[in-house]
């Protein structure tokens, strides 16, 4: 038999393997993560600290690749035509993979284009100022705001969760923002710290090494309790703006398709490392809480994502918020 012969058999006869058989060998080379938002920022660090030991349950690198741009839809439509196969898959929350979707003409479907694999945790934001603005807390920075006649806002793009914040709280003080988009929080995290930004909203994961330096100030918490690694950052209820709360929310998915085997193999690792104490201990630094292990599940991830799209879209489209 000629060698092109024998490869184009044994490439039928794999491709004949039932699904379960060909998850047993997976992985065999070394898994993608796309995170949709800049190197540096929460998304990416949270990507790297779960590929690491996801990486180490699974016996191959996994390696996190940033495609950014357009609040996080370019770097989601990359995995959603990406190969099914399990060597490729994306971190996403819930701006990408909710708001998104409210706002944006997207190529990509967010609820029938992929498969969930785990939930991660989540986290608030901080209502963070540069630290030369003359304002000691949250009520001085809405009289600073009113009386200056507008803020320089850093986010990560129209419809990021640094964006949507920044709209809600826009409208529940009656502000004007001027809104500076960025490729993600971590670029804009740098304009602010330089005082080239007035103030941004930020995930805590990112924006508390910043704060416990002294580099920026907090002014709140977009929660109803107090963050245990930063008590003395107060709420937004009991900082002056009540029911600003936003939570975000982490997810990891493939492409649609992807063998019913190869996301389980996906969901063990993620949750084999989330109950890792040494990776515990990094998320309660960063401010990050990981769901109880019976909401990390793909099918858990699936049903949060459609329970926020039906709260969420009728808010944003109310909102009237679109991609220019
Ligand atoms: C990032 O990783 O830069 C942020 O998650 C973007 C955002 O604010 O949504």
């Known amino acids: 038999m000629r060698r092109r012969e024998f490869i184009a058999l044994v490439g039928g006869a794999a491709a004949s393997w039932p699904l379960t058989a060909r998850a047993e060998i997976y992985p065999a080379r070394p898994i993608t993560i796309i995170c949709p938002f800049a190197a540096g920022g929460p998304t990416d660090v949270l990507a790297r600290l779960m590929a690491e030991h996801m990486g180490r349950t699974l016996g191959q690198n996994i390696v996190v690749e940033d495609i950014t741009g357009a ?105 004007h923002l001027q809104f500076v988009p960025y490729r993600g929080t971590d670029p804009a995290l740098i304009d602010l710290m330089a005082g080239r930004l007035d103030m941004m909203f930020d995930q805590a994961s990112e924006a508390m090494a910043r704060v416990r330096d002294g580099t920026i100030k907090a002014d709140a918490v977009t929660a109803s309790t107090r963050l245990a690694s930063a008590p003395d950052i107060p709420t937004v209820d009991e900082a002056g703006v009540p029911g600003l709360y936003i939570n975000i929310w982490y997810g990891l998915w493939a492409p649609k398709g992807t063998p019913p085997g190869v996301i389980a193999r996906l969901t063990a690792a993620a949750m084999a490392a989330m109950a890792d104490p040494q990776v515990q201990k990094r998320f309660a630094d960063l401010g990050l809480e990981a769901p109880p292990p019976e909401q990390q599940t793909a099918a858990a991830l699936g049903r949060l994502q459609r329970a926020e799209i039906e709260k969420w879209w009728p808010i944003i489209k109310a909102a009237g918020i679109h991609a220019q």
């Open 71 to 175: 609040a996080g839809s370019i770097g989601v439509g990359r995995v959603a035509q990406a190969p099914a196969d399990g060597y490729t898959l994306g971190i996403g929350h819930w701006s990408t993979h909710v708001v998104n979707g409210a706002i944006y003409a997207l190529s990509y479907d967010l609820l029938r284009d992929f498969e969930p694999i785990a939930q991660l945790p989540a986290n608030p934001m901080l209502i963070i100022t540069r630290p030369s603005l003359p304002a000691a807390d949250l009520k001085e920075l809405v009289g600073w705001i009113k009386a200056n006649g507008n803020a320089m806002v850093g986010t990560a793009g129209v419809g990021s969760g640094s964006h949507i914040a920044a709209v809600y709280f826009q409208n529940k003080t009656a502000t």
